[in-house]
């Protein structure tokens, strides 16, 4: 049997949400709670208020290593999204640009030590990265796991940003 090929989908945008807009835009009580995070996980997969299965051990994840990070999203709003199957889904990220080196090496420890990833497995991720002149960019990945790297470095580059 023989399996479909990996179509890889990469894109760098200067485009995106930014921390100033989502704070603007969300409820009182949201923004309490992640009024001067670095790292937010935002819903995914089109929706506008659920989350991959799995965005919260990602977040533990990310706070146990260092990583100010929250959901974007109260406790009594939060849902989960499950999608089935053996692809990674790893969500969407908006990050403050100070973070960044610390961010790529603990999100791909996380890849490859926590989830067990294979270099034959197929990734979906999105870096949104709020910059210091309050616009953003976006990273978009698709793809095997062993090229995720390609992500991560068009991330880094907007470390002094």
Not at 1 to 21: A, C, D, L
Not at 38 to 48: A, D, F, M, V, Y
Not at 99 to 108: E, N, W
Not at 118 to 143: H, N, Q, R, W
């Amino acid at each position: 049997m023989s399996f479909p090929e990996i179509i890889e989908h990469f894109e760098v945008t200067e485009q995106g949400p930014t921390f100033k807009k989502l704070i603007e835009k969300a409820s009182p009580d949201l923004v309490g709670e992640i009024q001067g995070k670095n790292i937010l996980l935002l819903p995914s997969h089109g929706s506008e208020d659920a989350f991959y299965a799995g965005s919260l051990d990602t977040l533990d994840y990310l706070n146990e290593n260092g990583l100010d990070a929250d959901l974007y999203s109260t406790d009594e709003e939060y849902k989960e999204l499950s999608l089935h199957g053996a692809d990674l889904w790893l969500g969407t990220f908006i990050l403050q640009s100070i973070v960044i080196p610390v961010f790529c090496g603990v999100i791909s420890s996380y890849i490859y030590d926590k989830l067990k990833a294979k270099p034959d497995d197929k990734i979906y991720l999105k870096f949104i990265v709020d910059k210091k002149d309050e616009s953003s960019a976006t990273v978009s990945f698709e793809g095997k796991v062993e090229d995720v790297e390609k992500a991560l470095n068009a991330v880094k580059k907007f470390a002094d940003d």
